[in-house]
């Protein structure tokens, strides 16, 4: 799709699915599941999205998926269903790995980072290995020393040996111009999203600030957020923004519709088909 001058496309790297609880956190089952179904083992399902984003004659990779770097045990724990990867969209839109020159993490939990490195003869190399790789620098340095709490989230396998490809941002940056990286905390204390603004034209890839449609509501904040109370806060300051902006908003995690434009009535946010509010 067009914005402004630059091209954006919705890829995948496939499904995966968590549990509904966790998803949803204070918010009971009988509300939430009515949005998205769970389960024999109480898990709902959910997307792998990441942006491409052809910046003139730059191409932008924002998020890499969950990659291939599990076992059949990790496959089963999080119903992972692969009808193609990350790598397979970019090869369907003509583009190899190497074509890729920047990748955007917007945190190092495994279903956003999957694909910043893969194996080869035994070990592990940067996928893109023409790309340079933003990442927070706070974020960084967590996930290689995550707390008890959140340790399951972050696979140093699936991001550190792309280390010598990645430059480590101490807060907000715009890395090429129309591309902005905004510092967003609650799910992580050092998430990012990123601002995409060309010709009067605005997208934000909203990360887990609101992983799926099903999680506008305000409060309806995931368990797995480490500073709950400021999601809510900056789920306050930036939903409002985006619908005054008629922006694009990409869901990192919504199987149907990843892609939407926000709108307000009533004080509730809601999210309405992309072509709509143009």
Known sequence: MKLGAFE??????????LDGGQMFGVVPKALWQKRLPADERNRVRLGLTCLLVRAGKQNVLIETGIGDKYDAKFA???????????????????????DIDIVINTHLH?????????????????????AKYFVQRGEWEHALQPTERDRASYLEDFFAP????????????????????????????HMQ?????????????ISDLVPTRAHLPYPWVMSFDLYPLETLENRHRVLPRLVAEKALVIFPHDTAQPCVRLAEKDGRILALPAAELR
Request: glycine letters at 10%.
């Open 162 to 189: 792309a280390g010598r490809h990645t430059e480590l941002l101490d807060g907000d940056a715009e890395i090429i111009p129309g591309i902005k990286l905004e510092v967003v905390p609650g799910h992580t204390r």
């Open 110 to 130: 495994f279903d956003h980072c999957g694909w910043n490195v893969r194996r080869e003869g035994g070990k592990f190399i940067p996928t893109f290995p023409r």
């Open 8 to 17: 954006l496309e919705i890829l995948s790297d496939g499904t995966f699915a």
């Open 76 to 98: 089963d724990i999080y119903a992972v269903e692969r009808p193609a990867t990350l790598l397979d969209d970019l090869k369907r839109r003509g583009l190899a790995p190497e």
């Open 193 to 205: 999203c990123v601002r995409v603004e060309s010709e009067g034209a605005q997208a934000y890839f």
